[in-house]
């Protein structure tokens, strides 16, 4: 019937083989269509289909203008994206204060990757206090996965608290 949640939830099974074999093509087809209903979620997908070539032909400009799509209508994933391009320099030029802001919003807005990356940003601009608490949070919300790739990033940090302080709040139980 069209409806953008159903068509985007429909490409998250093409996407991650949920009742039917991955079929990459149509996962993408579908977030296409979710996003130009307007979907933010539909925008996100579509954008991260287009960031890593994933049944289409890799477009990041593309990727990056779905993305500030949906970071206009406040969703968080999508605004941890601008900002990861904004710091890398990924098709608009170099900006870390603009890629800081990004974070800040998506962590705010609660995406545990923004979360992480506001803490990056906090710590290296010696906010330390600042770093500890973003990366307790994000430690809570964080799937397993990505609280190893944290605790591998803590791992190399020269400051001595926040690498001992954030690895006992990412390996808190939760």
């Given amino acids: 019937q069209g409806h953008p949640m159903g068509l985007n939830m429909l490409g998250r099974c093409y996407d991650l083989g949920w009742g039917t074999p991955v079929d990459k093509k149509r996962a993408a087809e ?12 539909g925008m996100y997908n579509y954008g991260s289909a287009l960031a890593l070539g994933a049944g289409l032909t890799q477009d990041k400009a593309a990727a990056l203008a779905w993305f500030e799509k949906a970071a206009a209508m406040g969703h968080a994933k999508s605004t941890n994206f601008v900002g ?3 710091e890398e320099g990924a098709i608009v030029p170099r900006d870390l204060a603009a890629a800081a802001d990004c974070y800040a919003r998506a962590a705010e807005g609660g995406d545990f990757r923004g979360m992480f990356n506001h803490a990056r940003m906090l710590a290296e601009a010696g906010d330390i ?8 949070r994000c430690g809570a919300e964080a799937k397993p996965v990505f609280r190893d790739k944290a605790l591998a990033w803590l791992a190399q940090v020269p400051d001595e608290r926040l690498r001992a302080e954030g690895t006992a709040a990412l390996r808190k139980e939760r």
């Avoid at 579908?30 to 979620?41: H, I, K, N, Q, T």
């Avoid at 206090?129 to 307790?136: K, N, R, S, V, Y």
Wanted: with cysteine.
């Fill in 129 to 136: 206090d600042g770093a500890l608490l973003w990366i307790e």
């Fill in 30 to 41: 579908c977030f296409r269509v979710a996003a130009e209903a307007g979907l933010d979620w």
């Fill in 84 to 86: 990861s391009f904004h």
